[in-house]
């Protein structure tokens, strides 16, 4: 029996293709042991042990220069090393993914409030919301759609900044200070809300549990009509705003077709 496999049984030996094999011997990871008259690469039985733990290196997610300068020289000091250093990296990337994950799963709780949202339009409604964390981005010119979007990506920037995503929403915060003024907007900005508490972020805000008079509409935050129908909805039932308003976006225009330009919005004032 004959002590050499060609290209074609050693990569299927291993699963793996013979193109593969071309590769690694041009990169000099793992090269024939000898080269016949017509090109046929040939490997020697006493190399299967090498590239079986090649293979083995590169599933587990090595990358192949380092399995290059790994088992050329291999003891089993170097061999743990490597496959510890291999484990806490994948540790960090599962600690990763399982944030990711837990991203997406509140953009989905966001998405299926929804429902009862869409058909409730200037109804004024009285909400309890738990305490929350947000960003808070001032705005540093007039308010517009430009000014949102730009100021709205510097909050994102944040978390982004910090290893979060923005999928708890977002909107706007109208200073309750500045309602009795003539511009509105005075001192106002974007808030993202935090998908969990973090302390090292500095611009962060704490938007204080209670009731909150909530209502829907289809507007951007800078049409006042829709606040100031709330705000006499508040003033006519009796109550006392206690906190600065929320102009939050419940579903922005990448929802709607080209004829509407108008974010889905929630205003959120919490009273006394």
């Given amino acids: ?29 793992f090269k024939p042991d000898h080269t016949e008259s017509n090109g046929y690469r040939a490997y020697d039985t006493l190399q299967i042990p090498v590239l079986r733990e090649i293979c083995y290196l590169k599933n587990v997610g090595i990358p192949l220069d380092e399995i290059k300068n790994h088992i050329g020289s291999r003891s089993l000091d170097s061999a743990s090393s490597l496959l510890k250093s291999q484990k806490e990296a994948l540790d960090r990337e599962i600690a990763r993914l399982t944030l990711t994950r837990e991203f997406i799963s509140h953009r989905l709780d966001f998405y299926s409030n929804m429902s009862r949202y869409k058909e409730d339009l200037d109804n004024p409604a ?47 915060m109208i200073r309750k200070g500045s309602i009795n003024d003539e511009d509105w ?40 009509d829709p606040l100031q129908r709330l705000l006499e909805h508040i003033n006519g039932s009796g109550y006392e705003i206690n906190g600065d308003i929320l102009d939050l976006c ?15 919005c929630q205003l959120q004032i919490r009273i006394k």
Avoid at 14 to 29: M, V
Avoid at 252 to 263: E, H, K, S
Wanted: hydrophobic share 40%; with cysteine.
């Fill in 1 to 29: 029996m004959s002590e050499y496999l060609s290209i074609s049984d050693m990569a299927e030996l291993h699963n793996i293709t013979r193109q593969t094999l071309i590769y690694y011997d041009k990169i000099g990871l």
């Fill in 250 to 264: 419940l579903l922005d225009t990448t929802f709607y077709g080209a004829d509407r330009n108008v974010d889905y």
């Fill in 185 to 224: 907007f005075k001192g106002a900005g974007v808030i993202a809300f935090l998908p969990y508490y973090k302390e090292e972020i500095d611009s962060k805000i704490i938007i204080e549990s209670g009731k909150y008079v909530c209502m829907n509409k289809n507007a951007m935050p800078y049409e006042k």
């Fill in 126 to 172: 009285i909400i309890e919301f738990p305490e929350r964390y947000a960003v808070f981005v001032p705005f540093e010119n007039p308010i517009c759609r430009k000014e949102l979007h730009v100021t709205l990506m510097k909050a994102w920037k944040i978390l982004w900044k910090h290893d979060m995503l923005s999928s708890d929403g977002f909107g706007t």
